[in-house]
């Protein structure tokens, strides 16, 4: 494992490939290797892309990959799609697009399944984003599931966060209502070449124009990803938005709330499956489940009780 | 939680631009709670398996339709394991005539190969049955 880690460091795509799916499979060594590789990361920039399903998230990230390698950047790429909420299983379908790239040795690109996760990312994002970090990559794309309107995960986890539209998606109150509309920090346009284009731009303007006063508004962006049109304003946009929080002190500040969140996380984590683990081991459970269909127990009383057997907490009473 | 999601990569090397097939197979194997990453047409040997090592796949099909079996099976059987992923399983689908089918299994390029009329349940049970 030690070894797997090394040559993750020392550029091994195979390591890289192999310990994503470590993490993503929660295997047992996942906290020691996350703990390893943790020194390494901290260096690359995290841009996420979200939108409806069939916006062109995909063929986006394609053409922004061709743009940004221009510049001789070394990009991971991770590609969300959902998993099937009945048999579990997935199509991974984003990479179709981005196959020009798949002998670029500087791109590594990894398609993942949400797997129960319903934030728009998978369980393991985070994770394998810390991987492609320590493995040395300077950007990092993370291209969510195609997502409605509340599915904003992404935003906990990106520097810069890209939202993806089309023309035509209903009338200008869909602007002003929360969610998905908030948490851009650049939106785009796409398909651009349909009706409506200009319409679809204005609204955007005209909601983000309701607020003063705030430290970084948005650009909006038309595109034509599939002619590669408005791609470029898209990176100098990125790059933009880059500069402003890395000079207004707002990057570091959001980093360290990820890492305040990072860490709460990880203790109720740890707390949680401890806690069952003792737990499951004094009590049958299934007993106590059928107490409380037959209202013999409650819930609530039954909680404390299971709370206090364990030598968790001093009890305060 | 700790159970290993078999995935796999379904790809179509070479020039032939029906995918239909291709479709079928991974919504079957979707069906059968497996991920599958899904590459797309007109797949270079070098493209498939460059995908393979970065999706860390299990299981590589391969669906073919052009004739241009007994060439593209075995150089990306050899990049494979030239890539040490001796280990991912190369299934093979299409229109593949038995002596050629034969070859390629008892030559230790594919671990199988489908053709025209074999069921969807024997390629799923035959993937899971290598992972049981």
């Known amino acids: 494992?030690?070894?797997?880690?090394?040559?993750?460091?020392?550029?091994?795509?195979?390591?890289?490939?192999?310990?994503?799916?470590?993490?993503?499979?929660?295997?047992?060594?996942?906290?020691?290797?996350?703990?390893?590789?943790?020194?390494?990361?901290?260096?690359?920039?995290?841009?996420?892309?979200?939108?409806?399903?069939?916006?062109?998230?995909?063929?986006?990230?394609?053409?922004?990959?061709?743009?940004?390698?221009?510049?001789?950047?070394?990009i991971g790429v991770i590609a969300v799609d959902p998993t099937s909420p009945f048999s579990d299983g997935a199509i991974l379908g984003d990479r179709i697009r981005m196959q020009d790239h798949a002998l670029d040795r500087e791109i590594f690109i990894r398609s993942m399944a949400t797997r129960g996760s319903l934030g728009g990312l998978s369980r393991a994002t985070k994770e394998a984003i810390q991987v492609l970090d320590a493995f040395g990559k300077d950007l990092v794309l993370v291209e969510t599931v195609g997502v409605g309107q509340s599915e904003v995960d992404i935003v906990k986890t990106a520097d810069t966060?890209?939202?993806?539209?089309?023309?035509?998606?209903?009338?200008?109150?869909?602007?002003?209502?929360?969610?998905?509309?908030?948490?851009?920090?650049?939106?785009?346009?796409?398909?651009?070449?349909?009706?409506?284009?200009?319409?679809?731009?204005?609204?955007?303007?005209?909601?983000?124009?309701?607020?003063?006063?705030?430290?970084?508004?948005?650009?909006?962006?038309?595109?034509?990803?599939?002619?590669?049109?408005?791609?470029?304003?898209?990176?100098?946009?990125?790059?933009?938005?880059?500069?402003?929080?890395?000079?207004?002190?707002?990057?570091?500040?959001?980093?360290?709330?990820?890492?305040?969140?990072?860490?709460?996380?990880?203790?109720?984590?740890?707390?949680?499956?401890?806690?069952?683990?003792?737990?499951?081991?004094?009590?049958?459970?299934?007993?106590?489940?059928?107490?409380?269909?037959?209202?013999?127990?409650?819930?609530?009383?039954?909680?404390?009780?299971?709370?206090?057997?364990?030598n968790f907490f001093e009890r305060k009473s | 939680m700790n159970r290993r999601k078999i995935r796999v990569l379904v790809a179509k090397p070479g020039l032939d631009g029906h995918d239909r097939g291709a479709r079928v197979v991974a919504r079957a194997l979707r069906d059968a709670g497996m991920e599958v990453i899904y590459s797309g047409l007109h797949q270079t040997p070098e493209q498939v398996v460059e995908t393979a090592l970065q999706e860390d796949v299990e299981v590589v099909g391969l669906s073919i339709l052009s004739g241009a079996h007994m060439t593209l099976v075995p150089k990306i059987k050899r990049l494979l394991v030239e890539n040490s992923m001796n280990d991912v399983l190369l299934v093979v689908g299409g229109i593949i005539p038995e002596e050629d089918a034969a070859a390629l299994i008892a030559g230790g390029f594919a671990g199988q190969v489908f053709t025209p009329g074999d069921s969807l349940e024997k390629i799923c049970n035959y993937i899971s049955s290598n992972f049981e």
């Open chain 1, 1 to 74: 494992m030690q070894q797997l880690v090394e040559e993750l460091l020392k550029g091994n795509r195979r390591a890289a490939a192999r310990l994503i799916t470590l993490v993503e499979n929660d295997d047992r060594r996942k906290f020691e290797l996350l703990q390893a590789i943790y020194p390494h990361t901290g260096h690359a920039y995290v841009v996420g892309i979200t939108g409806a399903p069939g916006a062109g998230k995909s063929s986006l990230v394609d053409r922004l990959l061709q743009v940004i390698r221009a510049e001789g950047l070394s």
């Open chain 1, 161 to 310: 966060t890209i939202v993806v539209l089309t023309p035509a998606g209903g009338d200008s109150v869909q602007t002003l209502k929360a969610g998905i509309m908030e948490i851009a920090d650049l939106f785009v346009v796409n398909k651009a070449d349909l009706p409506g284009v200009d319409r679809t731009v204005t609204e955007i303007n005209m909601m983000l124009d309701m607020k003063n006063d705030v430290p970084w508004r948005p650009a909006v962006i038309p595109t034509v990803s599939i002619r590669g049109e408005g791609i470029e304003k898209i990176w100098s946009s990125i790059k933009e938005h880059r500069h402003h929080l890395e000079t207004s002190g707002r990057l570091a500040e959001a980093r360290l709330r990820r890492v305040k969140r990072e860490l709460t996380e990880q203790v109720e984590y740890l707390v949680k499956s401890r806690f069952w683990e003792e737990v499951k081991e004094k009590f049958f459970l299934g007993e106590i489940f059928e107490k409380i269909a037959r209202r013999e127990k409650d819930p609530y009383s039954s909680a404390c009780e299971l709370l206090d057997s364990t």
